[in-house]
């Protein structure tokens, strides 16, 4: 049973356009929900990170808009740039559980 | 500070072999956790260790293993090697009790089974 659903699995965007991968949840019980960036040969890298009691938490160009009603979140990047492909995971997490992953997002920004 | 260090960094191991992989957690912190990453399946939860104590442990065999020292670091540990436990094992550190994030990777160890 997938607790984190990811979409979509592979995303191909423009130069300075904006990126978006959507994660959505079942368990009501997680409590902080962030992502994580992956590059090919490396771990993944924390990116950024939101509780359920903002709807929106901003970065940067990064930004996660965050539905609790819908069990939903999202990640939007700004202006994406060619350095920003990488592998997108979000996550989720509750004091009783241990961190939970998405199936990941191949992002690939092309000029 | 240094951060989280797993080595080795590529294992080729034949099948039924066992197999030891280890991490080295960032200074100071005392949970350590193991996660197993494949193109089909993304990252799945092994386990987790605090104060050299198992406080967690995900779906997988009898055949995953690990355990931690009283400095912290850890090993995992996989016996009998199957075709399907090559993957990225990703190792990560936490300050937190209970594997609370947030969650600092390694960069993994390779291990391809044949």
């Known amino acids: 049973q997938q607790q984190v659903k990811q979409s979509p699995q592979s995303l191909i965007v423009q130069k300075g356009g904006i990126s978006i991968i959507n994660c959505a949840y079942e368990?009501?019980?997680?409590?902080?929900f962030p992502w994580y960036q992956q590059f090919p040969g490396k771990g993944p890298a924390l990116l950024i990170a939101i509780r359920p009691d903002v709807s929106e938490k901003k970065e940067g160009r990064f930004t996660i808009s965050f539905n609790k009603s819908a069990k939903q979140f999202s990640l939007h990047i700004m202006d994406s740039q060619p350095g920003d492909s990488a592998t997108y995971f979000c996550?989720?997490?509750?004091?009783?559980?241990?961190?939970?992953f998405g199936k990941g997002t191949r992002l690939s920004v092309i000029a | 500070k240094a951060g989280v260090t797993q080595t080795p960094r590529y294992l080729i191991k034949t099948r039924g072999q066992q197999v030891t992989l280890s991490c080295s957690p960032i200074?100071?912190?005392?949970?350590v956790s193991w996660y197993q990453q494949t193109p089909g399946q993304g990252l799945q939860f092994l386990f987790e260790y605090f104060s050299e104590t198992q406080r967690n442990k995900g779906n997988f065999p009898g055949r995953f293993s690990g355990r931690q020292f009283s400095n912290s670091r850890s090993e995992m540990n996989v016996s009998t090697l199957e075709l399907g436990d090559s993957a990225l094992y990703l190792c990560?550190?936490?300050?937190?009790?209970?594997?609370?994030?947030?969650?600092?990777f390694g960069n993994g160890t390779r291990l391809t089974v044949t």
């Open positions: 368990n009501t019980a997680f409590d902080y």
């Open positions: 200074s100071g912190h005392r949970s």
């Open positions: 990560a550190s936490s300050s937190n009790t209970g594997g609370n994030p947030p969650l600092h």
């Open positions: 996550a989720a997490f509750s004091g009783n559980t241990p961190l939970v």
